[in-house]
Structure formats: structure tokens, C-alpha cells
């Protein structure tokens, strides 16, 4: 050929082919000369669409918790003010809202994460092939029935007269009282999320090499001191994976409460829909109290981030 | 290497755990033949009576239509800007790169409430016109991080050796994209696709504040729990979209299976 | 030929200049004097029934306007939904009297000549202007039908009826009580005090001084540990009472019929002290683009025979005297049992939802204001 190789023509377009062929290699040029305009043309869409649609609309939204609104003409005023903020913390009904959302997230986050633990590891670990696909499918299948009809199936059971007590009464047992309680939001949330917390906790189990666990045999650790020092610190990244869809979830809903809670559930999404809404319409103080769940997530996202949980999503 | 026990033990937890997470399918599908519109227990009269009119029914045959276009078209969005996120984050070195994967999760992790009211603000503010492109903008913005997430996964498995050889072999970008790298992340598309379609098909509260005159099958939904009149209806309908999904689902799981690499199969 | 003075000059020029603007700018000053023709679409936001095929399949055929309906779930829905993309995109509306005033001053909705429509003549004369949505004297919408919040409890379970609404207050039936999720309920506990602590001085539950409002939310706050639940559906109220997790609450005639539809032992009384009631109006969108169709469905959905219609079907009363006696042809006593043939003063003592405002006429300006009534009530139901 004649031509002097340089590491630059290794990775150039070849000459010669059909014309259509030629011109797109010809167009493709400087995208092999400059690497960094092929990295522009990639992430140029999405950090767009982002950054111009939702982050925008996110900070408008944000920067209006700072206003208020006008009691006469109902409209927002753009004065600066930390009014909205310290209604939220000086208010023990708002504390109380904020306080039972955390604190109902982090139950069902964590019943969620010990359902899912056993049954990941069956699957991943344990089942053949053929169970395998099915235990996927059974645990897909429920996110195709709607959300909101899952849910209305659960008042039937937990209702006075429901499924439950029906059953416990001809077991002879006394009726659980759970209908319209936090007990029944925390259960219907933990069912809800449940195949959320499934797929990560299960891809991190099924990504953990055979190799490590015969090594650790053979260096003599019996299994549970294999499951406690190799299998759970390797799965524990799955695990937050699958904790930020269940935290965040919970932290955010209002249709749940609205369905099976009681007189006592005022979720913060109940308040942020309530208030931000129509004809009282203080997007200001919705704003500000929306970004009580906005920093929970944002705190636990950094630490989520810091230990690999990004990574097993 | 796990005892007999354990794994009785895991065996039967397994199976609990499935009768827990389709116990509610079940009653679902036993109040589509209840012939009571109010949801009591238990089913006295039973019937068929309810499966003819839903499936006829104008309103719902439009919420389930554009539900499928609104779930197609974010879907489709996801996976351009979902994989072209992948490619420029697993290729490139760049300032800012460890907080893309923080943005796009966003969407997911913030509550869908104030993903709704911020678009709902903003669309507002520029006087757009709520439609079916609305809710697409809105389902997009969070399946976009689905898709992102499965391909990302698949790029950090699939050794960049392959590329480099094709390149060797004399092929360029695209013919390397279309016969190495594409068929390496096809099945990493589906899964992220089919998730992404799934979420968007089901999603109702940032579709609440986004949609527009029409309905899409969960408002619709929502709606007929709302007035109690019509719920057997739901149940029929539900019932219909488990029956017809099992086959797209199989497939996709059929189509998805991982070769452990590093695991003994 | 006559002279031509001066004075006629001025006179037809002045009277050109004020034709000008209401013929020009048509939706803000003046009112349309006459009903055109249609323009083949008109999008409503209602409740969930309100445009029920029924009726609109008659009404698109009659008058090939395309209905395109949205439903709401609640007042605070429709008013968003109203402002949504500009304002414009939805032509009417069926506001409670809980939200018609925030859309009227919002300047979301647009005055209505009752004149073009037949069937506002035979309204009762308390719904023709109905404070909740007729203001300075200007009609924004046509009355629809209303209802009252009624007291409705299971027979079986509490064998005395109960005449007073002290009993959902009373911790007589604690754990077996529900009332609406609605900050507008607030005005239900100030007309019980009302009656029971005349000396707070109240006397329009929707205008409320900080005192009175004081007194209203810590009843309310009493009133928490009694309740199951906030019933924020009618289909919600349903199935607490099916179920048996409540005997006792606040409802509607709705869903008192869809009980005893479904073979539940419930009746529903209005107390000695009274009742709140709702009163919905068919507002018309200030940006309208089908005002001819709008004002079409107007004359429709007010004529007596659909009142009827709707009312039996849905399960309320009718705006409409004449729509008595064609409920009796459709279904046998629903006139009287929806009170669709009372005298003026029945309807005059129901206390009709209205969007409480901080300029109350009071002078004082001093009424307690919407927005502080959904903080107060969410707060305190918690």
C-alpha cells in the first residue's frame, strides 16, 4: 500500500468502497479525528432534554417555595421570604406528617429488603434454569396489573369485613383490626414495591462469581462466615439499589394513603397535592414542603452513591 | 455449598413470597365475575355479565389506545437518549461524569408528585398545549434512566477487546456499531424497553398533571374508582392486559437470559 | 333635507365609540346576544357521571357538537385543569360552589346572558342567582343540580336514628365514624356551633372571623380521634359502610342510593341543626373557543326533562321546578325523595358551599381565607 501506518490510521476510515459508503466515511471523519465530537454528539440529546426540561422546570418549581401568595387576589407574589419553610418546622402537624412518611419509608424499605434477600438468593443462586424464568416472569407479571387496582384489592382484604377477618373468623381466630391503619399502608406499600426490591437484590446475587465462593471454602470459612463476609457485602450494593425505589416511593406517594389509610395517614404527598393545588393554590408552600422529601432523597442518594449502589442498578 | 435445610427453608419462603405478591391478582381477577358493583366479601352472585360491555366500552378503548401510544413514543425516546447516555458516559472521560447517573435518576427517585407539578408549572408558564406529546415528555423523563441503567450494565460487561478487533478487521464506525456493539446490547434494549413501556403504561400521578383532555387507561381507571359505579369493569380490564402481557414478558425473559459469564451454569 | 346639526354628529359618534369596544372585544365587555352556529366541538371537565352518554349522545346528535369529556375528582382538580396550558383548553366546567368563586376572580370564567337560555327562567329563584356564582349582579354560570351533605347511618348497627349532628361529634360511636376529606367541612362543624355556642357570633358558616375559625378547627381536632376514616371518594364512603367498618357520617344522596342498591341498611336524615349542600354550576371558560356549542348545551342540560334525567341517574336534585314531574315519569317518588318540589325557603335554609374569601363584605375584611382553610384542615387531620 504504500503508506506510512501511524496509530492515527489504525483507527481512520479506510479508503475506497461503494460511493455511499466513501461519503459516510468521509462525514464520519472528524468524528474519528476528534473523539471529543463524537462524546458531544452523544450526550448532547439527553443532557438537553434534561437540563432544559425537567432540571428547569424542577428549579422554577423550587424557587417558588421562596414566595408566598397574595390572601386577596390568590395570586403568587414574588417576595423572598423564609415564611413557608419555618411554618414547616415550627408546625407540629406538619412535623408529625414528615416524621410518619420517613419513618413508614424506611420500615417498608427494610421489610421490603428482607422479603426479597431469601427469595433473590433462591433464584439467583439455587433455582435451575427453567425455575428460574418462571420465579422472573411471577415476579414481572404483577407491575403489567395497575397499581391503583392492586391496591383497591387490598381494602377488600384488610376491610372490617374483608378477606382476612373472613378468614381468621373461620379459623376461629379474633379479627384483625388492620383496616385503614398505618399497619395497612405499611403492608400495602411492601407488597407494592416488593418486585422493585427483587431485581437489583437479585442481579447483585447473581453476579457474584462462583470462583469466590469455592475460594473461600477452601481457605476453610464455613458457609454462614462465607454468606456474612463474601455474599452479603457483595449484595449489599443491590440492596441500596433496590432501598432508593422503595424509600423513594414511599416518601412521595399519595394515592396509597388516600386508599387504605386511615384519619391518622396524611402522607407529605397528601400535603403537597392538597395544598398546591386549585382554588387554595399555595404553590409556594407545596414547593417548600415537596422539598423536604427532594433533600431525604438527595442525602440518601449521595450516601447510596458513595457505596456502588449506582453500579447495581 | 448451602445445606438441605437452607434450602427447604428458601424453597418454601420462595413460594410464600409468590402467593404474597399474587394473592391481590387473584382477587382481582375473582371481582371481574362480581355481579355487586361495590366490592364486598364475599362474592354472592357470580357472572360473566361484565366482560362484553368493557371490552366495548368508547372511554376505555381510547384511555388503553393512547396509553400504548404514550407508553411507544416514551419508550422510544428512552431508548435514543438512554443508550447515547451509556455510550458517551462508558466511552468518554468528562467533567461531570459520576453526576450524570445521579441527574438521570432523579425522575425515579424524587416523588413522582413533584416531578408532575414542576412539568405541570413549566408547560403552564409556556402556554403549551396539554396533549398526548406532554405525557410523552413527562414518562420519557423518567424511563429514560431504565434504559440507561441496562445498557450502561451491559457496555461494563462486554470486553472492549471486540470492538477494537473489528476495528482491526477493517471495519468502520458504523459497520463496528451494527455488527458488534448492537447485537451485544440488543437484549439489554428489550429488557430496558419492555420496563420502561411497563412503568409508563401503569403510571398515573405524573400523567394526572400532564395529560391533557384525553385519558390514558390508569386515569381511567382511577376515574371508575373514583365513582364506585363501574369497578367489576377494572377488573375486567386488568384481567384482559395480565392475560395478554404473559406472552410479551415470557419472550422477553426467554430473550434476556444471561450466560453467567463468571458463574459455573 | 334636514339639517344635519352639530349636536346629532357628536351624539352618533359617541354612540359609535361605545359600540366599538363591545362588539370588538365581545368576551370581556358585552354579552353575546344571540346564539350562532355550533362549532362541532366543545371539551367540559365535570364530575364523574356528569356527562354521562345518556344525555350527551342526544345532545351531539341534536346539535352536532362533539362532547370531550374530562372528569375531576375534586374542585381543587377542576381549577388547575381550567388554568392548565394558558387557560383555553377546556370551554366549561362544573364548579362546586366550593371553587366557582376562585374561578371567578381568578378571571378563569366569563359572565353568561341567562337571557339565551329557555330554562333559567324556570329555575327555583334561589339557584336563578345563587351567590356562589353570580357576583355584582353578573351571572358566571347556569345553576345545575345540588345536593345536600346529608347524615347517614346504618339501621342495623344504631337501632335510635340520631337527630342532631352532635352524635359524629360525641364519642358515643368513636372508631365507627367517617366525614368528607374536604376542608370545606370546616363549614359544617361552624354551623353546629352555630347552633350549639350562639355566643361566638356566627352567622355565615363560610364567614368565618379568627376567633370562630379558632373555635371550628379545635372542634374538629376533638372530633380526629372518632373518626375511621376521611372518605375522600363517594365510592370510598361506599365501601366503609358495605364493609361495616362505619356506621355513622357525613354523605350524600348518592351514595345513600348505591348502598341500599346494594342491599346495605342504611337511611340518611338532615339534623335538627341543618345542613350544608353543594350547588353545581356550568361555568363558561373566560377563553373559550365553542362559545356557541357552550351556550347550546346550556339550553340543553337546563331544559326539565334532562334535569330530570340527570338527577335520577346520578342522584341529585335539580335547578329546574319543571324537572319535578318528569323524575316521577322516570322513576316513581324520586321527585319528593330528592326534594325536587320544596318551597323556596327549604332551599333557602341549605347553606350552599361558597369559596370563603378575606373580603367577606363584613367590611372588615377580616374572614378567614380559602387557602388558610385547606392549611388548618390538612393540618389538623394529620
Same mark, same amino acid.
Given at each position: 500500500?504504500?503508506?506510512?501506518?501511524?496509530?492515527?490510521?489504525?483507527?481512520?476510515?479506510?479508503?475506497?468502497?461503494?460511493?455511499?459508503?466513501?461519503?459516510?466515511?468521509?462525514?464520519?471523519?472528524?468524528?474519528?479525528?476528534?473523539?471529543?465530537?463524537?462524546?458531544?454528539?452523544?450526550?448532547?440529546?439527553?443532557?438537553?432534554?434534561?437540563?432544559?426540561?425537567?432540571?428547569?422546570?424542577?428549579?422554577?418549581?423550587?424557587?417558588?417555595?421562596?414566595?408566598?401568595?397574595?390572601?386577596?387576589?390568590?395570586?403568587?407574589?414574588?417576595?423572598?421570604?423564609?415564611?413557608?419553610?419555618?411554618?414547616?418546622?415550627?408546625?407540629?402537624?406538619?412535623?408529625?406528617?414528615?416524621?410518619?412518611?420517613?419513618?413508614?419509608?424506611?420500615?417498608?424499605?427494610?421489610?421490603?429488603?428482607?422479603?426479597?434477600?431469601?427469595?433473590?438468593?433462591?433464584?439467583?443462586?439455587?433455582?435451575?434454569?427453567?425455575?428460574?424464568?418462571?420465579?422472573?416472569?411471577?415476579?414481572?407479571?404483577?407491575?403489567?396489573?395497575?397499581?391503583?387496582?392492586?391496591?383497591?384489592?387490598?381494602?377488600?382484604?384488610?376491610?372490617?369485613?374483608?378477606?382476612?377477618?373472613?378468614?381468621?373468623?373461620?379459623?376461629?381466630?379474633?379479627?384483625?383490626?388492620?383496616?385503614?391503619?398505618?399497619?395497612?399502608?405499611?403492608?400495602?406499600?411492601?407488597?407494592?414495591?416488593?418486585?422493585?426490591?427483587?431485581?437489583?437484590?437479585?442481579?447483585?446475587?447473581?453476579?457474584?462469581?462462583?470462583?469466590?465462593?469455592?475460594?473461600?471454602?477452601?481457605?476453610?470459612?464455613?458457609?454462614?462466615?462465607?454468606?456474612?463476609?463474601?455474599?452479603?457485602?457483595?449484595?449489599?450494593?443491590?440492596?441500596?439499589?433496590?432501598?432508593?425505589?422503595?424509600?423513594?416511593?414511599?416518601?412521595?406517594?399519595?394515592?396509597?394513603?388516600?386508599?387504605?389509610?386511615?384519619?391518622?395517614?396524611?402522607?407529605?404527598?397528601?400535603?403537597?397535592?392538597?395544598?398546591?393545588?386549585?382554588?387554595?393554590?399555595?404553590?409556594?408552600?407545596?414547593?417548600?414542603?415537596?422539598?423536604?422529601?427532594?433533600?431525604?432523597?438527595?442525602?440518601?442518594?449521595?450516601?447510596?452513591?458513595?457505596?456502588?449502589?449506582?453500579?447495581?442498578? | 455449598?448451602?445445606?438441605?435445610?437452607?434450602?427447604?427453608?428458601?424453597?418454601?419462603?420462595?413460594?410464600?413470597?409468590?402467593?404474597?405478591?399474587?394473592?391481590?391478582?387473584?382477587?382481582?381477577?375473582?371481582?371481574?365475575?362480581?355481579?355487586?358493583?361495590?366490592?364486598?366479601?364475599?362474592?354472592?352472585?357470580?357472572?360473566?355479565?361484565?366482560?362484553?360491555?368493557?371490552?366495548?366500552?368508547?372511554?376505555?378503548?381510547?384511555?388503553?389506545?393512547?396509553?400504548?401510544?404514550?407508553?411507544?413514543?416514551?419508550?422510544?425516546?428512552?431508548?435514543?437518549?438512554?443508550?447515547?447516555?451509556?455510550?458517551?458516559?462508558?466511552?468518554?472521560?468528562?467533567?461531570?461524569?459520576?453526576?450524570?447517573?445521579?441527574?438521570?435518576?432523579?425522575?425515579?427517585?424524587?416523588?413522582?408528585?413533584?416531578?408532575?407539578?414542576?412539568?405541570?408549572?413549566?408547560?403552564?408558564?409556556?402556554?403549551?398545549?396539554?396533549?398526548?406529546?406532554?405525557?410523552?415528555?413527562?414518562?420519557?423523563?423518567?424511563?429514560?434512566?431504565?434504559?440507561?441503567?441496562?445498557?450502561?450494565?451491559?457496555?461494563?460487561?462486554?470486553?472492549?477487546?471486540?470492538?477494537?478487533?473489528?476495528?482491526?478487521?477493517?471495519?468502520?464506525?458504523?459497520?463496528?456499531?451494527?455488527?458488534?456493539?448492537?447485537?451485544?446490547?440488543?437484549?439489554?434494549?428489550?429488557?430496558?424497553?419492555?420496563?420502561?413501556?411497563?412503568?409508563?403504561?401503569?403510571?398515573?400521578?405524573?400523567?394526572?398533571?400532564?395529560?391533557?383532555?384525553?385519558?390514558?387507561?390508569?386515569?381511567?381507571?382511577?376515574?371508575?374508582?373514583?365513582?364506585?359505579?363501574?369497578?367489576?369493569?377494572?377488573?375486567?380490564?386488568?384481567?384482559?392486559?395480565?392475560?395478554?402481557?404473559?406472552?410479551?414478558?415470557?419472550?422477553?425473559?426467554?430473550?434476556?437470559?444471561?450466560?453467567?459469564?463468571?458463574?459455573?451454569? | 333635507?334636514?339639517?344635519?346639526?352639530?349636536?346629532?354628529?357628536?351624539?352618533?359618534?359617541?354612540?359609535?365609540?361605545?359600540?366599538? $369596544?363591545?362588539?370588538?372585544?365581545?368576551?370581556?365587555?358585552?354579552?353575546?346576544?344571540?346564539?350562532?352556529?355550533?362549532?362541532?366541538?366543545?371539551?367540559?371537565?365535570?364530575?364523574?357521571?356528569?356527562?354521562?352518554?345518556?344525555?350527551?349522545?342526544?345532545?351531539?346528535?341534536?346539535?352536532?357538537?362533539?362532547?370531550?369529556?374530562?372528569?375531576?375528582?375534586?374542585?381543587?382538580?377542576?381549577?388547575?385543569?381550567?388554568?392548565?396550558?394558558?387557560?383555553?383548553?377546556?370551554?366549561?366546567?362544573?364548579?362546586?360552589?366550593?371553587?366557582?368563586?376562585?374561578?371567578?376572580?381568578?378571571?378563569?370564567?366569563?359572565?353568561?346572558?341567562?337571557?339565551?337560555?329557555?330554562?333559567?327562567?324556570?329555575?327555583?329563584?334561589?339557584?336563578?342567582?345563587? %351567590?356562589?356564582?353570580?357576583?355584582?349582579?353578573?351571572?358566571?354560570?347556569?345553576?345545575?343540580?345540588?345536593?345536600?351533605?346529608?347524615?347517614?347511618?346504618?339501621?342495623?348497627?344504631?337501632?335510635?336514628?340520631?337527630?342532631?349532628?352532635?352524635?359524629?361529634?360525641?364519642?358515643?360511636?368513636?372508631?365507627?365514624?367517617?366525614?368528607?376529606?374536604?376542608?370545606?367541612?370546616?363549614?359544617?362543624?361552624?354551623?353546629?356551633?352555630?347552633?350549639?355556642?350562639?355566643?361566638?357570633?356566627?352567622?355565615? %358558616?363560610?364567614?368565618?372571623?379568627?376567633?370562630?375559625?379558632?373555635?371550628?378547627?379545635?372542634?374538629?381536632?376533638?372530633?380526629?380521634?372518632?373518626?375511621?376514616?376521611?372518605?375522600?371518594?363517594?365510592?370510598?364512603?361506599?365501601?366503609?359502610?358495605?364493609?361495616?367498618?362505619?356506621?355513622?357520617?357525613?354523605?350524600? %344522596?348518592?351514595?345513600?342510593?348505591?348502598?341500599?342498591?346494594?342491599?346495605? $341498611?342504611?337511611?340518611?336524615?338532615? $339534623?335538627?341543626?341543618?345542613?350544608?349542600?353543594?350547588?353545581?354550576?356550568?361555568?363558561?371558560?373566560?377563553?373559550?373557543?365553542? %362559545?356557541?356549542?357552550?351556550?347550546?348545551?346550556?339550553?340543553?342540560?337546563?331544559?326539565?326533562?334532562?334535569?330530570?334525567?340527570?338527577?335520577?341517574?346520578?342522584?341529585?336534585?335539580?335547578?329546574?321546578?319543571?324537572?319535578?314531574?318528569?323524575?316521577?315519569?322516570?322513576?316513581?317518588?324520586?321527585?319528593?325523595?330528592?326534594?325536587?318540589?320544596?318551597?323556596?325557603?327549604?332551599?333557602?335554609?341549605?347553606?350552599?358551599?361558597?369559596?370563603?374569601?378575606?373580603?367577606?363584605?363584613?367590611?372588615?375584611?377580616?374572614?378567614?381565607?380559602?387557602?388558610?382553610?385547606?392549611?388548618?384542615?390538612?393540618?389538623?387531620?394529620?
Amino acid at each position: 500500500m504504500g503508506q506510512r501506518l501511524d496509530s492515527g490510521d489504525l483507527l481512520a476510515p479506510r479508503r475506497g468502497g461503494p460511493s455511499f459508503t466513501r461519503a459516510r466515511r468521509r462525514l464520519a471523519r472528524p468524528l474519528w479525528r476528534l473523539p471529543w465530537l463524537r462524546g458531544i454528539a452523544l450526550l448532547l440529546p439527553p443532557m438537553a432534554w434534561f437540563l432544559l426540561l425537567y432540571v428547569a422546570a424542577l428549579a422554577v418549581l423550587f424557587v417558588s417555595a421562596f414566595w408566598s401568595v397574595d390572601v386577596f387576589t390568590t395570586k403568587v407574589v414574588h417576595t423572598w421570604s423564609l415564611d413557608n419553610f419555618r411554618e414547616i418546622v415550627t408546625s407540629s402537624a406538619w412535623r408529625r406528617v414528615i416524621t410518619r412518611t420517613v419513618v413508614i419509608a424506611f420500615l417498608v424499605t427494610l421489610t421490603d429488603a428482607v422479603i426479597a434477600f431469601p427469595f433473590a438468593y433462591y433464584m439467583a443462586r439455587i433455582a435451575s434454569g427453567r425455575t428460574r424464568a418462571l420465579l422472573f416472569v411471577l415476579v414481572l407479571l404483577p407491575l403489567w396489573s395497575s397499581y391503583l387496582v392492586r391496591v383497591y384489592a387490598w381494602k377488600v382484604i384488610l376491610a372490617q369485613d374483608g378477606i382476612l377477618n373472613w378468614s381468621l373468623q373461620k379459623a376461629g381466630l379474633p379479627a384483625a383490626n388492620i383496616g385503614y391503619t398505618n399497619t395497612a399502608m405499611w403492608l400495602v406499600f411492601s407488597y407494592i414495591w416488593l418486585p422493585f426490591m427483587i431485581l437489583p437484590v437479585y442481579a447483585a446475587l447473581e453476579r457474584i462469581p462462583d470462583s469466590y465462593i469455592e475460594a473461600s471454602r477452601d481457605l476453610g470459612a464455613r458457609s454462614f462466615k462465607t454468606f456474612r463476609t463474601i455474599i452479603v457485602p457483595l449484595a449489599l450494593p443491590g440492596v441500596i439499589a433496590g432501598s432508593i425505589f422503595t424509600f423513594s416511593l414511599t416518601l412521595g406517594d399519595y394515592i396509597t394513603p388516600t386508599l387504605v389509610g386511615g384519619a391518622s395517614s396524611t402522607f407529605i404527598g397528601n400535603v403537597v397535592y392538597n395544598t398546591g393545588l386549585g382554588a387554595a393554590g399555595n404553590l409556594p408552600f407545596a414547593a417548600a414542603f415537596a422539598s423536604v422529601p427532594l433533600v431525604v432523597m438527595a442525602i440518601y442518594l449521595i450516601l447510596a452513591r458513595r457505596s456502588g449502589a449506582f453500579e447495581a442498578l | 455449598m448451602e445445606t438441605r435445610a437452607t434450602r427447604l427453608g428458601l424453597r418454601v419462603w420462595t413460594f410464600l413470597v409468590i402467593l404474597f405478591l399474587h394473592l391481590p391478582i387473584v382477587i382481582i381477577i375473582l371481582y371481574a365475575f362480581n355481579a355487586q358493583t361495590a366490592q364486598g366479601w364475599p362474592i354472592t352472585n357470580w357472572t360473566t355479565k361484565w366482560f362484553s360491555p368493557t371490552l366495548h366500552d368508547g372511554e376505555m378503548q381510547q384511555a388503553l389506545w393512547l396509553s400504548l401510544k404514550a407508553g411507544l413514543g416514551a419508550t422510544v425516546i428512552a431508548l435514543l437518549l438512554g443508550s447515547a447516555a451509556a455510550f458517551a458516559v462508558h466511552r468518554f472521560r468528562f467533567f461531570g461524569r459520576e453526576a450524570i447517573s445521579f441527574l438521570l435518576v432523579l425522575p425515579l427517585a424524587l416523588p413522582g408528585i413533584i416531578t408532575g407539578m414542576a412539568l405541570n408549572s413549566f408547560f403552564t408558564f409556556w402556554k403549551a398545549n396539554f396533549s398526548l406529546w406532554t405525557i410523552v415528555v413527562g414518562h420519557a423523563t423518567f424511563c429514560i434512566v431504565i434504559v440507561y441503567n441496562n445498557v450502561i450494565a451491559r457496555l461494563r460487561r462486554t470486553p472492549t477487546s471486540l470492538t477494537e478487533a473489528s476495528m482491526d478487521l477493517g471495519a468502520d464506525g458504523w459497520q463496528t456499531f451494527r455488527f458488534v456493539t448492537f447485537p451485544a446490547i440488543s437484549t439489554a434494549l428489550i429488557s430496558g424497553g419492555l420496563l420502561a413501556f411497563a412503568l409508563s403504561f401503569d403510571e398515573v400521578i405524573v400523567t394526572t398533571f400532564t395529560a391533557g383532555v384525553q385519558n390514558t387507561l390508569p386515569i381511567w381507571i382511577f376515574g371508575n374508582i373514583r365513582i364506585g359505579q363501574q369497578l367489576p369493569e377494572v377488573n375486567v380490564i386488568v384481567f384482559v392486559i395480565l392475560l395478554v402481557t404473559i406472552i410479551p414478558v415470557t419472550v422477553a425473559q426467554r430473550l434476556t437470559r444471561e450466560s453467567g459469564i463468571l458463574r459455573n451454569e | 333635507m334636514s339639517k344635519i346639526r352639530k349636536a346629532h354628529v357628536l351624539v352618533a359618534l359617541l354612540a359609535a365609540a361605545l359600540c366599538v $369596544p363591545a362588539s370588538g372585544a365581545g368576551k370581556t365587555s358585552g354579552l353575546p346576544t344571540k346564539i350562532g352556529k355550533g362549532e362541532g366541538k366543545l371539551t367540559m371537565i365535570g364530575w364523574e357521571g356528569y356527562l354521562d352518554a345518556k344525555w350527551v349522545k342526544p345532545f351531539e346528535k341534536q346539535t352536532g357538537c362533539k362532547v370531550q369529556a374530562k372528569y375531576a375528582g375534586s374542585s381543587d382538580e377542576m381549577v388547575t385543569l381550567m388554568r392548565t396550558g394558558g387557560g383555553g383548553q377546556y370551554d366549561m366546567v362544573s364548579a362546586s360552589g366550593d371553587a366557582s368563586l376562585r374561578l371567578i376572580y381568578g378571571k378563569d370564567v366569563q359572565p353568561v346572558n341567562t337571557k339565551l337560555v329557555p330554562g333559567w327562567s324556570q329555575f327555583f329563584k334561589a339557584f336563578q342567582g345563587p %351567590p356562589n356564582n353570580t357576583v355584582g349582579g353578573q351571572h358566571y354560570g347556569i345553576s345545575l343540580q345540588w345536593g345536600p351533605n346529608t347524615l347517614m347511618y346504618n339501621t342495623k348497627k344504631i337501632k335510635k336514628a340520631p337527630t342532631s349532628w352532635g352524635d359524629i361529634y360525641s364519642s358515643k360511636y368513636k372508631g365507627r365514624i367517617t366525614v368528607p376529606n374536604n376542608p370545606i367541612q370546616i363549614a359544617d362543624v361552624a354551623l353546629y356551633l352555630s347552633k350549639t355556642q350562639p355566643s361566638l357570633g356566627i352567622k355565615d %358558616p363560610y364567614e368565618l372571623n379568627k376567633k370562630q375559625f379558632d373555635a371550628a378547627i379545635a372542634l374538629v381536632k376533638k372530633q380526629k380521634p372518632l373518626i375511621k376514616k376521611y372518605w375522600g371518594l363517594s365510592s370510598d364512603e361506599v365501601s366503609l359502610f358495605k364493609n361495616g367498618d362505619t356506621w355513622l357520617g357525613a354523605s350524600w %344522596p348518592v351514595t345513600t342510593g348505591t348502598l341500599q342498591a346494594a342491599k346495605v $341498611p342504611v337511611k340518611e336524615i338532615i $339534623p335538627k341543626e341543618g345542613a350544608t349542600g353543594w350547588l353545581d354550576t356550568w361555568m363558561l371558560s373566560s377563553k373559550t373557543k365553542h %362559545p356557541n356549542c357552550a351556550y347550546k348545551w346550556y339550553g340543553y342540560i337546563s331544559s326539565p326533562k334532562v334535569q330530570a334525567l340527570q338527577a335520577v341517574t346520578w342522584g341529585e336534585t335539580p335547578a329546574n321546578k319543571l324537572a319535578c314531574k318528569e323524575m316521577d315519569k322516570l322513576s316513581k317518588g324520586s321527585c319528593a325523595a330528592y326534594h325536587a318540589n320544596a318551597p323556596e325557603s327549604y332551599y333557602r335554609s341549605i347553606k350552599f358551599w361558597k369559596t370563603p374569601i378575606a373580603d367577606c363584605g363584613n367590611g372588615k375584611k377580616d374572614c378567614t381565607d380559602y387557602t388558610k382553610w385547606v392549611s388548618a384542615w390538612t393540618q389538623a387531620t394529620s
